[in-house]
């Protein structure tokens, strides 16, 4: 207790963040647009990634400024998973997730010793930004005073609902809609609409038990950044903070994607030149973009269905596939751009030839839709 309490006197930074994204493309991106703004304001950044996940992170980060350190902790290792397997997009099955999120907290001990280090050597940051995930860095980031913010991966209203079902723990019905506590009165839902974690309520269900986990730390944290912005998710502000501790606040730093030009690798690589020339020979609005995100499995059989409905639907399409196993079927070839990655997102979105994206509906997604659709808009 006496090393905590000498702990918490120690000067802080004002000038330097330190960033701990979750090991997943669709938390880690935004993170990584929230760091180039913050270097691009003269703050001093400390980017914490794994072995495996470094790659990309230096990929996208802008690694000549003097401003950005990007430290490098050793990710567990378990029987249960391959080696390496540092990210969710390399999970060769969704029944594996739970043992992932559990091994995370294994950086708990190399995440206190580097905050250790940084205390020894009086460069403790300003404040810690950490994904909902990691919510085991708040116990650290108390012993060295330092306050922690969380990083969420969904807007507010959809995070304001979660938390009101939750901390209402009632049992709701299956047959029909219903309304939400502390929600606007029309609006209706149904178990349909909700995620796994807030649908299910058997305590032995790991992921259920890990967000809970997490959700207590989350709400006890000294506030939450959220990729959104005040007239989008303003109205849901309130109801958001309200079970958070009290003087915790969100703060509307979104959309992150605007303030960078790349963002998450999406502007470099082999693979531009080759889709914007294919984009470019088709009209305005002509073309559907399919892409499902980094952490959804989708089967091969499934991935038939979706390519015999696109055969029928007589688009030109831009597709993101990420099975490794899939064969394009007869009759497909040479009708769309089919890709085997997912990082040119926000390039095809932004072609004026895009006219479509089947999604599925992830935040970033949502987002980089309504982003891209209202600057092609202002360009016109």
């Known amino acids: 207790?006496?090393?905590?309490?000498?702990?918490?006197?120690?000067?802080?930074?004002?000038?330097?963040i330190l960033i701990f994204?979750?090991?997943?493309?669709?938390h880690t991106i935004p993170l990584i647009d929230l760091t180039k703004s913050l270097l691009h304001l003269g703050l001093k950044v400390t980017f914490i990634t794994t072995p495996s996940n470094q790659p990309f992170i230096l990929s996208s980060l802008p690694t000549t400024s003097p401003l950005l350190h990007i430290t490098t902790l050793p990710f567990p290792t378990s029987?249960?998973?391959?080696?390496?397997?540092?990210?969710?997009?390399?999970?060769?099955?969704?029944?594996?997730?739970?043992?992932?999120?559990?091994?995370?907290?294994?950086?708990?001990?190399?995440?206190h010793a580097l905050l250790q280090n940084l205390s020894s050597s009086a460069q403790l940051p300003l404040c810690v930004i950490s994904d909902f995930f990691m919510g085991w860095t708040l116990d650290s980031c108390r012993a060295f005073g330092v306050p922690r913010l969380v990083s969420h991966g969904m807007s507010v209203f959809s995070m304001s609902i979660c938390k009101s079902l939750w901390a209402h723990g009632t049992a709701w019905p299956n047959d029909g809609p219903f309304s939400v506590p502390g929600a606007p009165p029309h609006l209706r839902f149904t178990m349909a609409d909700l995620p796994l974690t807030v649908r299910c309520v058997d305590p032995d269900n790991p992921v259920v038990r890990f967000v809970g986990e997490t959700g207590e730390a989350d709400v006890?944290?000294?506030?939450?950044?959220?990729?959104?912005?005040d007239g989008l998710d303003g109205d849901y502000a309130g109801l958001f903070e309200s079970f958070y501790r009290a003087g915790s606040r969100a703060w509307f730093v979104g959309p992150l994607l605007l303030g960078c030009s790349g963002g998450g690798g999406d502007e470099s690589g082999p693979d531009v030149a080759r889709v914007t020339e294919w984009l470019d020979r088709w009209a305005d609005g002509s073309v559907l973009y399919v892409s499902f995100g980094t952490q959804a499995h989708v089967s091969d059989a499934q991935l038939d269905e979706i390519a015999r409905g696109l055969e029928l639907s007589g688009w030109d399409f831009v597709w993101a596939v990420?099975?490794?196993?899939?064969?394009?079927?007869?009759?497909?070839?040479?009708?769309?751009?089919?890709?085997?990655?997912?990082?040119l997102q926000r390039l095809v979105l932004?072609?004026?030839?895009?006219?479509?994206?089947?999604?599925h509906c992830g935040w970033n997604s949502v987002l980089t839709s309504y982003v891209v659709s209202w600057m092609g808009q202002m360009c016109q």
């Open 350 to 359: 932004a072609h004026r030839a895009t006219g479509g994206f089947m999604s």
């Open 322 to 343: 990420r099975s490794a196993s899939w064969a394009v079927p007869d009759g497909l070839e040479g009708k769309g751009l089919i890709l085997r990655r997912w990082a």
């Open 21 to 26: 994204p979750f090991m997943a493309k669709g």
């Open 79 to 111: 029987p249960s998973l391959p080696t390496p397997c540092e990210s969710t997009d390399h999970l060769p099955s969704p029944d594996l997730y739970p043992t992932f999120l559990n091994l995370t907290k294994n950086l708990s001990r190399p995440f």
């Open 220 to 229: 006890q944290s000294w506030g939450v950044i959220v990729n959104s912005f």
């Open 1 to 16: 207790m006496a090393a905590a309490a000498a702990a918490t006197t120690t000067t802080r930074n004002s000038d330097h």
